[in-house]
T-cell receptor, first 112, second 117 residues
């Protein structure tokens, strides 16, 4: 079983929809939780991060972490065609090694 | 512009022919690492470096070498590439422990797509 599970999609939504992306994980040592966005033929770029449990909001994006359920979510409000990309959840337990453990990514397509 | 650069971006080679993928960052970051990305597996760390002359294995180090002689550069070396090393490779960097607090943001390069025949 993978340490981080993520539905690969693809997920297709109409413009303006609310998008929900999720990951589950098994390692209780994870402390930092990130969401990266990866456009085709580009490297991942950090969208949001959360330390421990809780919510964090940044514009149209909201990240949620529930450590008791080992479940993290990213919500995108008022989705735009420019949001079409692969979204990767990532986590860090050992902050010394800084090794990100990634989900396999969910491909999102926002239709105009 | 703050960035991580990788070269080459695309590479086709044959089994056993040594190759080097370069990585350079202009942000004065202490920490650098290499990942490979494979379908269904996500990104997995190959090697990392906490500072000049300090390197260590990640999760999938077999068949790879690295060096860190300068702060800005962190090349990935495949001494005898094999077809199972066909993958998309990313270099990443961030501030290290001397910055004071844990820095969550890692900056990724654009990727190097490698095909080993």
């Amino acid at each position: 079983q993978k340490e981080v599970e993520q539905d690969p999609g693809p997920l297709s939504v109409p413009e303006g929809a609310i998008v929900s992306l999720n990951c589950t994980y098994s390692n209780s040592a994870f402390q930092y939780f990130m969401w990266y966005r990866q456009y085709s033929r580009k490297g991942p770029e950090l969208l949001m991060y959360t330390y421990s449990s809780g919510n964090k909001e940044d514009g149209r994006f909201t990240a949620q972490v529930d450590k008791s359920s080992k479940y993290i979510s990213l919500f995108i409000r008022d989705s735009q065609p420019s949001d079409s990309a692969t979204y990767l959840c990532a986590m860090i337990g050992d902050t010394g090694r800084r090794a990100l453990t990634f989900g396999s990514g969910t491909r999102l397509q926002v239709q105009p | 512009e703050a960035q991580v650069t990788q070269n080459p971006r695309y590479l086709i080679t044959v089994t056993g022919k040594k190759l080097t993928v370069t990585c350079s960052q202009n942000m004065n970051h202490e920490y650098m690492s290499w990942y490979r990305q494979d379908p269904g597996l996500g990104l997995r760390q190959i090697y990392y470096s906490m500072n000049v002359e300090v390197t260590d294995k990640g999760d999938v180090p077999e068949g790879y070498k690295v060096s860190r002689k300068e702060k800005r550069n962190f090349p990935l070396i495949l001494e005898s590439p094999s077809p199972n090393q066909t993958s998309l490779y990313f270099c990443a960097s961030s501030f290290g422990p001397s910055y004071g607090r844990f820095q969550e943001t890692q900056y990724f390069g654009p990727g190097t797509r490698l095909l080993v025949l």
